[in-house]
């Protein structure tokens, strides 16, 4: 049986030292972080550094070995990743001359999601470190480009925006309670995996919609009043003198 990338599934007592200080990682969340820092204003640097730091957490610590045993913990890692950290990276992207509808990161983003909280390709991420890759590869990557596209954009786009937006939070909305509802656990990989930490397989996977049904809500309705705070002042035009 392969041994997956954040290693075999961990104790409760032994999770404290079971850090991912994997080199060549280390290496790409340093040189991502530069090239995107170097290549920002001052103003939004802070943003950058905050996301950037928040995604090594995600990668690095504990919660890496904690999610081959759990799936409430990988998703709790991909929460981390998309509605934490690719909020403040994509923020602080600077804006391409030529820019995509966000409905094409929208449904991007929606792909990413389904397909690898299905149990096919979840399953296939621990036994293969390429697929792992591939998984996080694309999850935050399409996160980022979203959050870039409904953050960064201007008073002609915000209706754009505004749909991409709740679109990609009715989709999340509809896995985690897809996930939270189901009679049955769907993830044969943690049929042996979750009695160690006090939850059967189906209670860890209820437990993991939960996390993805609310705090998704909470914070693409926050990225919405956002728009339509811009909209409002577009209505309202400037202030008298």
């Known amino acids: 049986m392969a041994i997956p990338y954040c290693g075999a599934p961990p104790l409760p007592g032994a999770l404290a030292m079971r850090w991912n200080l994997d080199p060549i990682l280390l290496a790409a969340l340093l040189a991502l972080t530069t090239l995107h820092l170097w290549n920002i204003q001052h103003a939004q640097r802070r943003l950058a550094g905050t996301g950037w730091l928040l995604a090594a957490a995600a990668l690095t610590s504990p919660l890496c070995a904690l999610s081959v ?9 991909h929460m981390i ?6 909020p403040l990276i994509g923020q602080a992207l600077p804006r391409g001359r030529w820019r995509l509808s966000p409905w094409w990161s929208a449904a991007a983003f929606t792909v990413a999601l ?24 694309t999850l935050f990557g399409s996160a980022v480009w979203l959050w870039h596209d409904i953050l960064n954009h201007d008073r002609e786009g915000i209706f754009a925006a505004l749909g991409a937006g709740t679109a990609a939070s009715i989709q999340m909305g509809l896995l985690g309670a897809t996930l939270s509802l189901s009679s ?4 044969s990989w943690h049929y042996t995996t979750t009695e160690a930490w006090g939850l059967s397989p189906l209670q860890d996977q209820q437990l993991g919609g939960v996390l993805m049904w609310v705090p998704g809500g909470v914070f693409f309705l926050w990225a919405a009043v956002r728009s339509l705070s811009l909209l409002w002042n577009r209505i309202e035009g400037p202030a008298a003198p």
């Open 69 to 77: 045993s759990l799936f409430s913990a990988r998703v709790g890692q």
């Open 81 to 86: 990743l998309v509605l934490l950290a690719a």
């Open 114 to 137: 389904w397909v690898w909280h299905m149990p096919g390709p979840y399953d296939a991420t621990f036994r293969s470190a390429a697929v792992y890759w591939s998984m996080h590869a």
């Open 184 to 187: 049955r656990a769907l993830f």
